[in-house]
Structure formats: C-alpha cells, structure tokens
C-alpha cells in the first residue's frame, strides 16, 4: 500500500530533550516536505526537499533540522524544544514539488 | 495579506445541503488547484484536482476555478454527516511549492 508513515505518533517531553521525528514513504517521491498545524493558521511549511541531500527551509523553520540521506527518509529534529513547538506535525511527499501531496498521518507533540 | 485566504468557519449545514466552500488567493501565476479533506486526528487527504480555470465534478462534489477573479469554490451536493471535517485549499505555480489555505471546519448535522 503506497503510504506515508510518521512516528511517534504521539510524543510528549520537556524544554530542551532532543528528538526526531521519524517519516518514510515508499512511493520513490522526490519530494518530501514538513508541515505544522496549529489552530487558525493552517498548514505551515517548515522544511522541504527536493531530493537526495537537497533540503531547504520553509516558512517555519526555526528551531527545526532536517535532514535527507536516502530517498525515502526525511527526519524531523528538534534539538532542543521548547513550548512554542507544542504542534501537530505532518510529513507528506509528491512526485515533484507543485504535485499533490500524500500526507502521513500526523504527530501530535507537546513540550512541557 | 495571506496568499491565499480562507474563511475557517465553522460552517454548519443541517444534512442534504448544498454546501459552498470557498478561497481567494493573490498570485496571479497560480494554476493548480486542489481541495484537501481532513477528518479529526488524521491527515489531509486530497478530494479534488483542477488544472487552470474551469469545473470539475467528481460525484457529489464540484470543484471551480476562475482565475480572473482569484477565486476557488468547492460544491457538495447533499451533504452528509460523514462529510464533516476540515476542508483546506491548496493551489501552486509550475514549479513551486503549494500554498495552503487555513481550512474551513465543516460540520453536517443529521
């Protein structure tokens, strides 16, 4: 089944303890990109990558790593979180980047 | 100005309505437009695609593009319960990445 998985799925932790958010798809998209969804405000990129080792910041991303070592992989890393990043965290990829994007299912993050 | 703008509603409409969700946008290159559905607790999920200006209908949904006026509409011909959810636009010039809308809650009482 083509699909986009994220995990966890539900993470909660403290000011500044690292962690990474795990996405893979198994579609061979190029693209792969980073949302979060907070109340009002929509969808906001936070990095994106078009390819291999190709990464680059969206409208978001301070506070945020990347990074894009094999087609189908694309971690999120908070490397020291704070309570502002309390978000639910979407990845998604397409074929190209104007392309629909196939979302994965979410991760809901809470930094006390 | 946002890019593209979307009412959030909520948008309440009692079971076989005729509901109208609508975005208007600034960016003149934009020329693919797609509604995106999200249920509670997942991701968005797309519904419709639409290329240019024009129509598009997909069973109980129509979607509608006119460019002259940066404006997008999404029809659902008798709504149902199991049509509530959030509703977000997205639209993007060749080559460029989507812009998204802030969605619109819809909620269909039985």
């Known amino acids: 089944e083509a699909q986009v998985t994220q995990n966890p799925r539900y993470l909660i932790t403290v000011t500044g303890k690292k962690l990474t958010v795990t996405c893979s798809q198994n579609?061979?998209?190029?693209?792969m990109s980073w949302y979060r969804q907070d109340p009002g405000l929509g969808l906001r990129q936070i990095y994106y990558?078009?390819?291999?080792?190709?990464?680059d910041k969206g409208d978001v991303p301070e506070g945020y790593k990347v990074s894009r070592k094999e087609k189908r992989n694309f971690p999120l890393i908070l490397e020291s979180p704070s309570p502002n990043q309390t978000s639910l965290y979407f990845c998604?990829?397409?074929?190209?980047?104007?392309?629909?994007?196939?979302f994965g299912p979410g991760t809901r993050l809470t930094v006390l | 100005q946002k890019e593209v703008e979307q009412d959030p509603g909520p948008l309440s409409v009692p079971e076989g309505a005729i509901v109208s969700l609508n975005c208007t946008y600034s960016?003149?290159?934009?020329?693919?437009f797609m509604w995106y559905r999200q249920y509670s607790r997942k991701g968005p999920e797309l519904l419709m695609y639409t290329y240019s200006s024009g129509n598009k209908e997909d069973g109980r949904f129509t979607a509608q593009v006119d460019k002259s006026s940066k404006y997008i509409s999404l029809f659902i011909r008798d709504s149902q319960p199991s049509d509530s959810a959030t509703y977000l636009c997205?639209?993007?010039?060749?080559?460029?990445?989507?812009?998204f809308g802030a969605g619109t809650i819809l909620r269909v009482k039985s």
């Open positions: 960016n003149s290159a934009f020329q693919y």
């Open positions: 579609m061979n998209h190029e693209y």
């Open positions: 990558s078009m390819n291999v080792e190709a990464t």
């Open positions: 998604a990829s397409s074929p190209l980047i104007a392309d629909t994007q196939y």
């Open positions: 997205a639209m993007s010039a060749y080559g460029n990445k989507l812009v």
